[in-house]
């Protein structure tokens, strides 16, 4: 009876041996967690949401480098490891999802810079009207005229850019333009203020 019971403990023993010491590498959940990182980083993830990619990443190297510390040890489990890199795959899908809502942000963020500017322009080109003439006022509304001109081939070109550059750069542009024709627009209403206050 002992001696059955000694044998039944050591067969015990052996398989779970055997069992522990050839657990295998998940192999499986490693390729996923890939995919979902390469799929964030193909939407842009890297650009638009850094830090929600850098997080998946660091998710990722942490299950890895406990699988290779693992690799030489006798007895070994990947459960948790297994565990990690399924959350990864979870992980991945959200920031991909986050870098497209940014994405669609930076879009209406253009859009409606872009609009304000054409708004601008518009009240500028108005103010043209107002602008006091004679010789040195002429010369000076020439030169607006063609900035103003200039800011409408900006315009242009900014819409143009939208899809084939990072949307954070063209945002940038559309930025500028705006600048330049706000600049524009107090020149004017300036020029136009100082010339009604003389004439009081």
Do not use: H, W
Not at 57 to 74: C, T
Not at 128 to 152: C, F, H, S, V
């Amino acid at each position: 009876m002992k001696n059955k019971l000694l044998l039944s403990l050591s067969a015990f023993a052996i398989a779970m041996f055997v069992f522990s010491g050839c657990a295998k590498v998940p192999q499986v959940e490693i390729d996923n967690a890939n995919v979902a990182i390469q799929a964030a980083q193909a939407a842009g993830a890297d650009i638009y949401v850094p830090e929600a990619y850098a997080a998946l990443q660091d998710s990722f190297n942490v299950a890895n480098q406990s699988i290779e510390a693992k690799k030489s040890k006798l007895f070994k489990s990947y459960k948790k490891e297994k565990a990690q890199l399924v959350a990864c795959v979870t992980l991945g899908s959200d920031v991909k999802l986050k870098t497209e809502a940014r994405i669609a942000e930076l879009k209406t963020e253009i859009q409606n810079t872009l609009t304000e500017v054409g708004t601008i322009v518009a009240d500028s080109k108005a103010l043209i009207a107002e602008a006091p003439r004679g010789k040195e006022g002429t010369t000076a509304l020439m030169a607006i005229k063609a900035d103003i001109a200039t800011i409408e081939t900006s315009v242009a070109e900014v819409q143009a850019a939208v899809g084939t550059e990072s949307y954070i750069a063209t945002l940038d542009k559309a930025k500028a333009v705006k600048e330049q024709a706000n600049s524009i627009k107090t020149e004017l209403q300036t020029v136009i203020d100082k010339y009604k206050a003389r004439r009081k």
